[in-house]
């Protein structure tokens, strides 16, 4: 395990959901100026939605009220396409997947502020969107910078993120979205933390956690940046790493199913002090660092970062404040699809 600077929790980072909402109105025909700069950047995250065979990714106001909803959109492989500006409830910093067992987006947890204004709450509720729109059909203990993932079964797996006192320790539990709400499924693992990432190896029936950050010891004592690696079995968690990547947080992680390997790519060692631009993958059994050759994306913190199934490419989008900008991996390189509109 790293240590590193102060960290403390931040308010800008991640929510995602589905665009389901396709098979009832179709995308925008254009790239268009006003929903390229609607997307909030470090307010997004998306997955892949096998129902409409595409990336998507949510997003909103970069300071969500109560009864704002946010933006859906979904990726051609040039352009990002606007589907509704009525998705889920407006927030950031939470966590979204797609359940595959059900065929539905979820999304859960974050922060958002009071309609009139003021400071943020740490919200539990969870929502599902069907034909009908988005429906409330749970709630979890109030938490934010959660990680959400689809397990061997297609459900939607949730572990960690950050309480709503923010003092630590922060949550280490694990929890399975069932059709009658969250049944906590494990209490032992990963030491609790903030901001790491998972992805499902469906070629070995694991889900693969790495890095993070935990909860400051105490008032100016330093974090842990975790370099640590778990394996998820359905049952419970085993660790299978110490060593590999830098320990590191705000990182994007996806399972690229053509070549059968875990992809990690950037990420924080510190405080946004220690930028990280390196890209490694995993084979089941060790990370090897993936020499990186030609133009990257560069530093990014918590990117959108996705496997594009019916394409076979992993979509980055943004991960840095006012940068819209779209990547594509193809198991050999990185290309810049769509810039920044000018």
């Known amino acids: 395990m790293k240590r590193g600077v102060i ?14 909402l396709a098979a009832r109105q179709a995308p925008s025909s254009d790239w268009t100026r006003s929903s390229a700069e609607d997307l909030r950047t470090h307010h997004a995250v998306g997955y892949y939605d096998a129902r409409i065979k595409r990336v998507v990714l949510v997003g909103g106001e970069a300071e969500p009220k109560e009864g704002a909803r946010d933006k859906v959109w979904s990726w051609s492989g040039t352009r990002w396409e606007l589907i509704t500006a009525a998705g889920p ?6 966590a979204a997947a797609y359940d595959a067992r059900r065929g539905t987006a979820v999304v859960s947890g974050g922060v958002r502020k009071p309609a009139d204004g003021g400071a943020y709450a740490v919200v539990g509720d969870t929502w599902e969107e069907d034909q009908s729109g988005w429906h409330r059909v749970a709630d979890i203990t109030p938490r934010d910078h959660q990680s959400f993932v689809q397990n061997s079964a297609g459900n ?3 572990y960690g993120g950050i309480g709503a006192g923010r003092s630590g320790p922060w949550p280490s539990d694990t929890w399975l979205l069932e059709k009658d709400g969250w ?3 494990a209490t032992e693992g990963p030491a609790g933390r903030g901001r790491t990432a998972m992805a499902y190896d469906s ?4 889900v693969v956690l790495f890095g993070g ?3 400051p010891p105490g008032p100016n004592e330093p974090q842990t940046f975790f370099g640590d690696t778990w394996l998820w ?17 705000a990182h994007g992680m996806v399972f690229d199913e053509r070549a059968g390997v875990v992809l990690l790519y950037s990420g924080a060692a510190a405080h946004r002090n220690a930028p990280l631009s390196d890209m490694w993958q995993w084979d089941g059994e060790r990370w090897t660092e993936i020499r990186l050759t030609g133009p990257t994306p560069g530093y990014r913190y918590q990117p959108v970062m996705v496997y594009d199934r019916a394409r076979a490419r992993t979509v980055l989008y943004g ?7 779209t990547w594509e991996w193809d198991g050999r390189g990185w290309q810049q699809i769509a810039p920044r509109p000018r």
């Open 233 to 249: 079995d359905g049952e419970r968690w085993q660790k299978a790493a110490e060593s590999g990547p830098p320990g590191r947080y």
């Open 7 to 20: 960290l403390w929790p931040l308010v800008g980072g991640v929510i995602a959901a589905s665009a389901a």
């Open 213 to 215: 950050a935990s909860a």
């Open 203 to 206: 070629k070995r029936g694991r």
């Open 319 to 325: 991960g840095m404040a006012e940068a819209n900008d």
């Open 89 to 94: 409830p407006g927030r950031v910093n939470g």
């Open 183 to 185: 049944r906590r499924v």
């Open 156 to 158: 939607v797996l949730m």
